[in-house]
């Protein structure tokens, strides 16, 4: 009886291991989403930005990390820009209760848009989608629109 126990608890034990390194290995690509644009990196940008705006969204800041990169003295790392993006009735509502103030960290919305060594132009972002599990429904619901939204606005661009 003590084997099977012994047994039984080394298995269990190796399988929640196991569930968790997988998840852990799993997580990089689960957490952001990747999309190859049609367009330039400075053009997938405008169109971001012109669709945004018309859908309510404003974009209340874009970097240019290349030439930030560059001002610094480091390598070029390539056309390389990050758009914010900010819905206000979404975040009015994810941010109303004192609970979920701690998430304006991950706020505003984030595309990091980038062209490779290759010439590819790439959209990358949060997966909000899956993010929004995480949360209770005060905050679930804002961020699944949310990422109906980014998810329309990037397929205007997508390749």
Known sequence: MKMRAWTFAAGLTSGVLLTAILAWLAMPSLMIETHESRLSVDDTIAELSRVAQETGWMVPKIYDLQGSLAAKGHTDAGPM???SLCQPHHAAQVLALD?????????PCRFGVYQTSDGKVYISGMNIALMSRMFGSAVAGPMQQAAADEEAMIKTVMR
Do not use: F, Y
Not at 101 to 106: E, G, N, P, T, V
């Open 99 to 107: 609970e979920n103030k701690r998430l304006a960290s991950i706020m």
């Open 81 to 83: 820009k990050i758009m």
